[in-house]
Structures are given as structure tokens and as C-alpha cells.
């Protein structure tokens, strides 16, 4: 499936508003984790798979990556990486994920940032990325949790007195698309189990290096009181693998 909420304005707009959005890598939960699973970039070719605004992109740029690729489907998501991350070296293209296609050994590192629960073909994504990097390169890569995803509500359960008492974790067994909520929005999600986002890596040949439950950092439980419900379960998954 080829969803595109993010060029519905009320959606972008509500997008704009996100910390990831306002303050870049610093703003995301997840990146005092995913950075460290990240290989050396000094003189490498990268391929950002679902780029967004393009902070990834800026940040291989400045730590030596040679040329980096956002792809990214929104044309809004686009205009704002142009606008805010335009570097030398950088080339943005607006495509689908299922429709892109390069020759093989294009690229020493592949990374994606919260993108791939969108995507029904994760499969064949797979398979394309492996055919794409240059034997000894790494795939690195963020996906909502399978505990996160599965039920499909994707929020918690409250007592009479609208405080939260848990996660529900249902069908988790069932990998299909999940209607789910965010930003105010109906979005399309694709769950699937821990098993099958390591076994289909492990299937076309990948050697696991690094499996990350993100917590957040003590800056941001010290910062956003909020944050501390993050620590009843996890929300994120992070993957590092080499071809």
C-alpha cells in the first residue's frame, strides 16, 4: 500500500508540531540510541528510506558520507527537506518505497527511520536492500515494536477515573494491517512479529549485529515528565544488520 497522509495538510500541520519535527535528531526518543548502531559514514553512499525533512540526510552529510539519497513519497515532507536540510551532496526524490529500484552494490549503508510499519511489502523491500549494498555494509533501521503495534488502538486502557493502567497487546499472532489513530488522522500500519522482521533479514542473507528496545534518555525523563510512560513498554524497535 502506498498511504500518503502526510501531504493532507491538517496532518502535516499536526506533524510540524512534533519535538522530532521542531528540534531535529535531538527531538526524537529513539536517537541517543539508534546513533550509536550507526556505522562510520567518512566516504560513504548512503540511501535514506523514508527521509522525512531530512535530518538523517544532513547527518550523514556532516559526519563524511560522500553522497546520500532521501526518498521519501510526500511532497510536503520534500519541500520541507529542501528548505531546512539542503546540503551538498544530498539528493532528494519523491517515490514510493515498492517503486524505487538502483543497481547492486549502489550503496555501503541503508537506513530507515520509522517508515517500514507503513509498508505491507516489507518482504521485498527487504530483498531490494540487500541486492543494493556492497558486501560488508550495514542496514540500519527503526520500526514501531510489535508490542506497540499489535493490538491496533495504539493507546492505553484507563480506569473510570481516565488514568492509564496498561498497554493492550491482542492478536499478536495475526500479521495484517492495523486502522490505527495518530495525529488525529485514520493511518494504515502494517504489524508484524519480532519473528518475522528477523527471520525475513536472516532469509535473504543478513547477519544480525545489534537489536535495540530504545529507552528514553535520563535528559528527556528529566525534561518531559510525560516520557516516563515509556518505560512501561516499548514503543520502538531498532536493527542493525550487515550484508
Known amino acids: 500500500m502506498k498511504e500518503n497522509k502526510y501531504d493532507n495538510q491538517s ?24 546513533k550509536k548502531m550507526l556505522p562510520d559514514f567518512k566516504g560513504k553512499h548512503v540511501l535514506d528510506l523514508g527521509c522525512g525533512y531530512g535530518w538523517h540526510c544532513r547527518y550523514a552529510i556532516e559526519h563524511g558520507a560522500q ?19 539542503n546540503l551538498e551532496g ?4 519523491r517515490k514510493a518505497l515498492e517503486d524505487i529500484d538502483y543497481p547492486a552494490g549502489k550503496f555501503d549503508l541503508v537506513i530507515s527511520s520509522l517508515t517500514l510499519h507503513y509498508v505491507e511489502s516489507y518482504d521485498s523491500i527487504v530483498k531490494n536492500i540487500y541486492r543494493w549494498l556492497t558486501t560488508g555494509s550495514r542496514f540500519v533501521f527503526s520500526v514501531e515494536h510489535p508490542v506497540f503495534t499489535a493490538e ?18 491482542d492478536q499478536y499472532f495475526i500479521e495484517d494491517k492495523r486502522n490505527t489513530t495518530f495525529l488525529g488522522e485514520n493511518v494504515i500500519k502494517y504489524h508484524r512479529t519480532l519473528t518475522s522482521y528477523l527471520n525475513i533479514l536472516l532469509k535473504y542473507g543478513f ?7 530504545p529507552e528514553p534518555s535520563p535528559e528527556m525523563l528529566k525534561e ?4 516516563k510512560d515509556e518505560l512501561r513498554r516499548p514503543m520502538m524497535l531498532l536493527i542493525a544488520v550487515e550484508k
Not at 207 to 213: N, P, T, Y
Not at 224 to 227: A, C, K, Q, V
Open 152 to 169: 491496533g488502538s495504539q493507546d492505553w486502557m484507563y480506569d473510570k477515573d481516565g488514568q492509564s493502567v496498561c498497554w493492550p497487546v
Open 90 to 93: 544530498i539528493q532528494y526524490e
Open 207 to 213: 547477519a544480525i549485529k545489534e537489536i535495540m528496545e
Open 67 to 85: 553522497s546520500v539519497i532521501g526518498i521519501d513519497i510526500s511532497e510536503k515532507m520534500l519541500a520541507k527537506a529542501k528548505e531546512i536540510n
Open 224 to 227: 518531559l515528565p510525560e516520557m
Open 11 to 34: 496532518f502535516f500541520d499536526q506533524y510540524e508540531k512534533m519535538l522530532r519535527s521542531q528540534l531535529g535528531l535531538e527531538g526524537a526518543g529513539e536517537w541517543h540510541a539508534l
